[in-house]
């Protein structure tokens, strides 16, 4: 079993539809999530950290779920700008700095 | 605006020929890592380096040599690619000092091995 695994779309969505993707991670001892953003043929960047309490910024959604081991993301009213990668990263704890990153989810946003 | 900024941003070599890719942050960070990305596939882990010395070698060819001088620079020297090594290699860094850190990307090397 992966580490960290997402599945990797495509998700093709109206503008101004919500769209939601998950994230599963194996090791229950993990400590640190974030979503991060990657463009086509650009760097990865983080797009928000998730917390356990659940976090948000503008449109967008985080949520952890250490029960069943994964963090979603949550878009809403998805603007044409939001077609990207989005990558599920997992810190693994035990005092490793060093991140797991998932495969990432492509999502198309369309007219 | 990114505080890590990578050279050259695109490489063309021979099998033959011997380059190096170069990794600079400005963001005072102690841990550096080096990661490829052939298309479609995920980010593969190649190096990490904590205050200049490597604490991770993910099973990377010896084809592959990194060098860290200081806690701001990396290279990633390189020598008899193959044609699949072709790949975007992008540099990371981050403080280094405790879990959950915002890890900041370089723009990355296109690299092309024909």
């Known amino acids: 079993r992966k580490e960290v695994e997402q599945d990797p779309g495509p998700f093709n969505v109206p503008e101004g539809a919500t769209v939601a993707f998950n994230c599963t991670y194996s090791?229950?001892?993990?400590?640190?999530f974030f979503w991060y953003r990657q463009d086509c043929r650009k760097e990865p960047k983080l797009l928000m950290s998730?917390?356990?309490s659940g976090n948000e910024d503008g449109r967008f959604t985080a949520q952890l779920n250490r029960a069943s081991q994964y963090i979603s993301l949550l878009i809403r009213d998805s603007k044409l700008s939001d077609s990207a990668t989005y990558l599920c990263v997992v810190n693994m704890g035990g005092g490793s700095y060093i991140p797991t990153f998932g495969r990432g989810t492509s999502l198309i946003v369309h007219p | 605006e990114t505080g890590v900024t990578q050279t050259p941003r695109h490489l063309v070599m021979g099998m033959t020929n011997k380059k190096s890719l170069k990794c600079e942050q400005h963001?005072?960070?102690?841990?550096m890592y080096w990661y490829k990305q052939s298309a479609k596939k995920p980010l593969e882990l190649m190096f990490v380096?904590?205050?200049?010395?490597?604490?991770e070698n993910n099973s990377v060819p010896s084809r592959f040599s990194p060098e860290c001088p200081n806690s701001s620079h990396l290279f990633l020297h390189l020598h008899t690619l193959q044609p699949e090594d072709s790949a975007l290699y992008l540099c990371a860094s981050s403080r280094g000092d405790g879990e959950g850190e915002t890890q900041y990307f370089g723009p990355g090397t296109r690299l092309l091995v024909l």
């Open positions: 998730v917390y356990s």
């Open positions: 963001l005072g960070h102690n841990a």
């Open positions: 380096y904590s205050l200049e010395e490597r604490v």
């Open positions: 090791n229950s001892a993990s400590q640190s």
